[in-house]
């Protein structure tokens, strides 16, 4: 077994302990930056990574990292972590995020502008006012508008550089979105929660 080998492997689990699933780019990655490289690269991002959610909350964390995605035109990393911020609204609120993942993973050709007020639209309509405030300073250091002024944006600005890389990885190789990016998707009961009420709303709809 090659280093790289090795090295994807232990990735993988990695994440499959954390979230009860593996980003299909891991491999990418590690074929990209070779084993050394991709070690060093998820040593010096993913611990950042795991504070900022701590301290931004996934709410928050997920949401930027949906609009990067966004940007950069990838499909896989904006539904895995839309699917994520769906799933921490269905389990904190018990009703359904009013835009799917799938319907957010679509607004990648949206320019900066037109897709903060989608989702600034989005988050008002789920009553997440606060996050909605969010949205301009997201968009405006993923563009460039403006340096970081705060801590709080100082780890917005490392999540677009971060992300970057997942995104490239990711539209580099044939891969699907899949599950969500967060330890919500350890949650049985929550995803089960909601598969269902998407199918009740489809009848419903229907």
Aim: charged content about 20%; overall charge neutral; hydrophobic content about 50%.
């Amino acid at each position: 077994m090659s280093a790289n080998d090795l090295v994807t492997g232990a990735l993988q689990g990695l994440c499959r302990w954390m979230w009860d699933c593996s980003p299909r780019m891991i491999p990418a990655i590690v074929r990209e930056r070779g084993a050394a490289g991709a070690l060093r690269w998820f040593a010096a991002n993913m611990p950042r990574y795991l504070v900022t959610l701590r301290v931004l909350g996934p709410v928050r964390t997920h949401l930027a990292c949906v609009a990067y995605s966004l940007l950069n035109g990838c499909t896989y990393c904006a539904y895995g972590h839309a699917h994520a911020l769906e799933l921490i609204y269905f389990r904190d609120r018990g009703r359904l995020f009013p835009a799917d993942a799938a319907t957010l993973a679509t607004w990648q050709e949206l320019p900066p502008r037109r897709l903060a007020e989608r989702l600034r639209t989005v988050l008002e309509d789920a009553g997440m006012h606060g996050e909605a405030l969010w949205v301009d300073r997201i968009i405006h250091l993923a563009v460039g508008d403006q340096l970081p002024v705060d801590r709080d944006e100082v780890r917005l600005a490392h999540l677009v550089g971060m992300v970057r890389v997942m995104n490239d990885a990711a539209m580099g190789c044939d891969v699907a979105p899949g599950e969500a990016m967060d330890t919500v998707n350890r949650d049985a009961a929550v995803k089960a929660g909601h598969a269902a009420a998407l199918v009740n709303e489809a009848g419903l709809v229907g």
